[in-house]
């Protein structure tokens, strides 16, 4: 079976940091671009950063670019979204998606774990 | 940022109803656009993708269409399980943003 499951979601203070992963299983990780899509909850879709399937390519959203960093292991059929300085506006569902292509550009995301989330408050 | 404006931004409708959602871009392209359904306190899911290609195991009363800057999400016979939250998303040109989403209700 085709799984994504997200993990090390919580609540954080304002300024500091979070890294939430993404564990991969039933496809062949290495093949396919990755993404993480963020929903505050009762609100819209905002995708957030990607990765090509050889990490050529990182992408990221003007409001976290600079803050987060995206990164993957494949050895360990994992993906990952490193959030430093985290802001109140960052609380959010992060759901990690699994892209149709290998190269982040033009993103079918095909696949979508159920979501880690993540509260920034004092 | 391309910016995605879908209409309605809810309705309401029975089953068996032929139902029509339109996605209005920014920019114009032809080919780089996706719609999900998400329903409440699940993940999203892929019903369309590059307009008019359908997700494997979608039903066929799904379908999508459109270029330029407008797009529609057609339901043809509206089925119960079909109630949920539907998002359209450009992959013409990063950011990759989506629509604000069209809530679609039981009548």
């Known amino acids: 079976e085709v799984q994504l499951v997200e993990s090390g979601g919580g609540s954080v203070q304002p300024g500091r940091s979070l890294k939430v992963s993404c564990a991969a299983s039933g496809f062949s990780f290495d093949e396919y671009a990755m993404h993480w899509v963020r929903q505050v909850p009762g609100k819209g879709l905002q995708w957030v950063s990607g990765i090509s399937w050889d990490s050529g390519y990182r992408g990221y959203a003007d409001s976290v670019k600079g803050r987060f960093i995206i990164s993957r292991d494949d050895a360990k059929s994992s993906l990952y979204l490193q959030m430093n300085s985290l802001r109140p506006e960052d609380t959010a569902l992060y759901f990690c998606?699994?892209?149709?292509?290998?190269?982040?550009?033009?993103?079918?995301?095909?696949?979508w774990g159920q979501g880690t989330m993540v509260t920034v408050s004092s | 940022d391309i910016q995605m404006t879908q209409s309605p931004s809810s309705l309401s409708a029975s089953v068996g109803d032929r139902v029509t959602i339109t996605c209005r871009t920014s920019?114009?392209?032809?080919?780089?656009l996706n719609w999900y359904q998400q329903k409440p306190g699940k993940a999203p899911k892929l019903l369309i993708y590059?307009?008019?290609s359908l997700q494997s195991g979608v039903p066929s009363r799904f379908s999508g269409s459109g270029s330029g800057t407008d797009f529609t999400l057609t339901i043809s016979s509206l089925q119960p399980e079909d109630f949920a939250t539907y998002y359209c998303q450009q992959i013409y040109s990063a950011p990759w943003t989506f629509g604000q989403g069209t809530k679609v209700e039981i009548k």
């Open positions: 590059t307009v008019s």
């Open positions: 920019q114009t392209f032809s080919s780089y």
């Open positions: 998606a699994k892209d149709m292509g290998d190269s982040g550009n033009y993103p079918v995301f095909d696949i």
